[in-house]
């Protein structure tokens, strides 16, 4: 099986394209951090808070064009904390809308597999009445956390790749 890594976390890893997007943008209260850990992991955490109208918080990395033609699925190795979160995709970091899913994670070092396929439109949580994703490239992803609930998350990522 060949694959395609979108991004592989070490410790020489340059995460500077990986940029925070909390609702603090819309008058939110919640906060997160991404940063590489000493053993070269890429980690994602804070604090989702209900104040003011928000709930969630992502990271965003965005890079140029990659072909998906090739590629049914993403493969993401990850170590989670037990809870839900949303993979979203996009092929034109210009449109107002991703392409999401969501999984669930547990304690332990996983792999998520998400079917390209199965990656439905969505702006702001609403669902868009659009078809799944079916394009050639895409060239943003992001991880977001918005369980509904103020909750402390943290989830650690080691590879992202196409398959």
């Known amino acids: 099986m060949h694959s395609k890594i979108i991004f592989d976390f070490n410790k020489e890893t340059n995460i500077q394209n990986w940029n925070v997007v909390d609702d603090v943008v819309m008058g939110g209260k919640s906060s997160s951090q991404f940063k590489l850990s000493s053993n070269g992991y890429g980690v994602f955490m804070g604090h ?51 392409y999401i899913t969501t999984f669930s994670t547990s304690c332990d070092w996983q792999y998520v597999e998400i079917d390209l396929k199965d990656m439905y439109p969505s702006f702001r949580g609403k669902r868009l009445n659009a078809p799944n994703f079916s394009h050639d490239f895409i060239e943003q992803i992001v991880l977001l956390v918005g369980n509904k609930k103020d909750e402390y998350f943290k989830l650690i990522i080691d590879t992202i790749e196409l398959i």
Do not use: C, H, P
């Not at 965003?60 to 590629?71: L, N, P």
């Open 48 to 98: 989702v808070s209900l104040a003011n109208n928000g709930g969630f918080s992502s990271v965003r990395y965005q890079f140029d064009k990659i072909e998906v033609t090739t590629y049914t699925k993403i493969r993401i190795k990850l170590k989670g904390d037990g809870k839900n979160y949303q993979f979203r995709v996009k092929d034109n970091s210009r449109n107002y809308y991703s």
